[in-house]
């Protein structure tokens, strides 16, 4: 995907400011990167079909990716997704949607019922190897076009966090290869979503006890990855940033 310079960004805060355009990916986000693997991966072993338990942009990754290899897909939504995305992935995806639980965690719980029932592969949000190096991807392309476009190596990556599977992606991409200097990762998430945040400051997993109340459904997390959070601890140099849904909203403006 692209690798555009923002100039009123790098105007406004004295840095040289790239955008990854990972919003042009087929399903509209980084998440085919590894979870396109992770699907390849299962039907290569065997499988023919899988099961998705994400209303987000997993979830549409994973009907996509079973929908090019010729698989089929369920994902299954707990009752607090929107009509629309349900709509989306049965329209224009052609996935099964099947409605289980109040929460994730029990739509979840309902997708690995069924994946063993089936015989079909699991496809999990953010968690696995597969899905980690192939999120790490994407730290290799913009290593790549920074030195084709004549720019300095990266020394900062700005990213979206929920349960941490691109994080992960980032801090695998950067550690694979030698670099100059050291490399921040500012992880941000918003109020109501904040759970990697919270867990960073108590150095385990924190879960948010009224779940995920930010407006930002699809990014949110109740509980993020202990395996994540433990990689952020060790490297040292993950910065948590939390902001408003207001804030969030008017940046997008």
Not at 45 to 65: K, Q
Not at 101 to 119: M, P, Q
């Amino acid at each position: 995907t692209p690798l555009v310079r923002s100039a009123p960004l790098s105007a406004k805060l004295g840095a040289e400011v790239f955008l990854k355009m990972d919003c042009f990916q087929p399903s509209g986000s980084f998440k085919l990167r590894g979870i396109g693997a992770a699907v390849k991966e299962l039907v290569d072993a065997g499988a023919d079909g899988v099961v998705s338990s994400s209303g987000g942009n997993a979830g549409l990754a994973t009907a996509h990716a079973a929908r090019a290899l010729g698989v089929a897909c369920t994902v299954v939504l707990p009752t607090t997704t929107p009509a629309s995305v349900k709509a989306k992935l049965e329209s224009e995806y052609g996935a099964e949607v099947r409605v289980e639980g109040g929460v994730w965690d029990e739509a979840n719980a309902a997708a690995e019922a069924l994946a063993e029932e089936t015989g079909r592969g699991l496809v999990h949000p953010f968690e696995g190897e597969t899905t980690w190096a192939g999120h790490a991807s994407l730290v290799e392309e913009v290593d790549a076009q920074l030195a084709e476009q004549g720019a300095p190596p990266v020394d900062a990556f700005v990213t979206c966090v929920g349960g941490g599977g691109l994080l992960m992606g980032i801090l695998q991409g950067i550690e694979r290869v030698e670099r100059p200097g050291p490399v921040r990762v500012v992880a941000a998430e918003t109020k109501g979503a904040d759970s990697f945040a919270r867990s960073m400051r108590r150095g385990r997993p924190h879960t948010l006890e009224d779940g995920v109340t930010s407006i930002a459904k699809s990014l949110g997390a109740a509980t993020p990855s202990a395996t994540v959070l433990e990689a952020a601890l060790r490297y040292g140099r993950v910065q948590p940033h939390v902001v408003s849904d207001a804030d969030a909203v008017r940046a997008c403006l």
